[in-house]
């Protein structure tokens, strides 16, 4: 073998190594360490060097295959129509490409129609209803084998344990478990309430909220459903169109997300994209992107599968809101009630559709909290017009010449000390109004639109004046 293949050989098995690494963490764990993009972009290495190499594709390859194995305090759960993942684009070129081979696979020149759905951020399940009756409820798991979590899922209040109407003796729906922005606010009050860990994000909390042996931890937890596609089904004539399916399951009652709409073709589906795009920061719930599928039952079925995911679907997904980059520094920044501020110097990294260098820390009892320290590779969050911020360190990455964060004795404008008063999060400079930092900040808001509204008194003239004393 040429050095050159040999290197090829060795970057594919690092990969499989980091990727099941990853998998492990995600849907075992329900921890995961890296931003979902540094993982699509390890993916699509991997699927890339497979591509040009496929005689290195062995079938324990995580392109080959879903999600992860099933934890054993969950019984398990044979899919008998496997779940599987979907196919991801990250730009318009990809998502046009994607709608061309459509049109060629199906020999037709006329336009497609698609079923345009958000993509839910949470956790993907099974839920198997006979005779209308809800019998079991099963994780996605490896796509094939999944979690039996039936008791968790009954005490989802938006899930029926009964069909409406004349249901089919046998109907597996498939959709997502999430928790709302509204539900993730209230269950991470009630854990610091009680001493307990915080969860990251909903999606992190959904996903432990549904996988909790005790199936009374998850019925007190403000966990929510929408169907969006099936499984096994007998005894049930579907309908045509993907869309109308839904409708049905709506009228069986059925939670169906509201947002899902019929689009034709590549233009149409990119102003979906878009409009989701504006609606995203305002709706109650995570959405990572829009999924488009074609409408048509029977061309789903011309289109069929690959090993792992449909030909008929495609997941667009949004510009990454969190990425990894690494902590260069920590400077403190002096408010105007003296209250000092840690924030993070980091290599310019791309997120959220903005480069960015500096992100808050908080304080230092959140920097305590997550073991942050200078040289990291941290994780870091840009969502919207919220401040970016480190939400995580990437531990496996450490080298051992990551240094502490201190918090500074003197303050780093006037040099008066500072106080951090026992069991308090937050520092001061005891300069007072002494402290440059502290005056100007003071001056702002005395000249502010909420205080005096001083006209022509901005940031930039008050700065100038305490400069020149």
């Not at 040429?2 to 849907?27: F, K």
Request: glycine residues 8%; hydrophobic residues 35%.
């Amino acid at each position: 073998m040429s050095d050159d293949r040999e290197a090829v050989r060795r970057r594919i098995e690092e990969l499989r190594r980091q990727i099941e690494y990853h998998n492990y963490r995600y849907y075992v764990l329900d921890d995961p360490e890296i931003p979902d993009a540094e993982y699509d972009r390890l993916m699509r290495e991997l699927q890339r060097l497979e591509a040009e190499h496929p005689e290195f594709i062995t079938p324990d390859s995580p392109t080959q295959r879903v999600g992860a194995a099933p934890r054993s305090e969950f019984g398990e759960v044979r899919h008998r129509v496997p779940m599987l993942s979907l196919d991801n684009c990250f730009s318009e070129e990809e998502l046009r490409a994607f709608v061309r081979r459509v049109h060629d696979r199906l020999g037709i020149d006329e336009p497609v129609e698609f079923c345009a759905e958000p993509k839910l951020d949470g956790l993907a399940v099974s839920l198997r209803y006979e005779d209308g009756l809800l019998v079991q409820g099963a994780t996605r798991g490896d796509g094939y084998t999944g979690e039996d979590v039936t008791a968790n899922v009954r005490t989802i209040h938006s899930i029926p344990l009964r069909l409406r109407g004349e249901a089919p003796p046998v109907l597996e729906v498939r959709g997502e478990v999430f928790m709302t922005h509204k539900g993730f606010e209230e269950l991470n009050r009630r854990q610091r309430e009680k001493g307990e860990k915080t969860f990251a994000n909903p999606r992190n909390a959904a996903a432990g909220s549904l996988r909790q042996l005790d199936p009374r931890v998850t019925a007190e937890r403000p966990l929510s459903f929408y169907a969006y596609a099936w499984g096994e089904v007998e005894g049930w004539t579907l309908p045509d169109t993907h869309y109308e399916v839904l409708q049905r399951f709506r009228a069986l009652g059925l939670p169906v997300s509201r947002l899902i709409r019929l689009v034709m073709d590549a233009e149409g589906c990119l102003s979906y994209y878009e409009d989701m795009g504006r609606q995203r920061p305002n709706l109650p719930f995570d959405i990572d992107g829009v999924v488009y599928k074609v409408n048509r039952l029977d061309w789903q079925e011309r289109l069929g599968f690959v090993s792992r995911a449909p030909r008929w679907a495609i997941a667009h997904k949004f510009p990454a809101q969190e990425e990894m980059t690494r902590l260069l520094s920590v400077d403190w920044q002096v408010g105007r009630t003296g209250a000092l501020t840690p924030v993070a110097r980091l290599e310019p990294v791309f997120v959220g559709g903005a480069t960015v260098r500096n992100a808050t820390l908080h304080n230092m009892d959140e920097i305590e909290r997550k073991d942050i320290r200078i040289g990291d590779w941290v994780i870091v969050r840009r969502a919207g017009d919220v401040i970016p911020e480190v939400v995580g360190v990437v531990k496996s990455k450490r080298t051992g010449k990551e240094r502490r964060i201190q918090l500074p004795e003197r303050c780093p404008v006037c040099g008066s000390e500072v106080i951090r008063p026992e069991g308090e999060a937050i520092a001061r400079c005891s300069g007072g109004l002494y402290c440059p930092a502290q005056r100007k900040e003071a001056i702002k808001h005395f000249a502010s639109r909420k205080a005096m509204d001083i006209e022509g008194l901005g940031d930039k003239l008050v700065d100038q004046l305490v400069d020149k004393g």
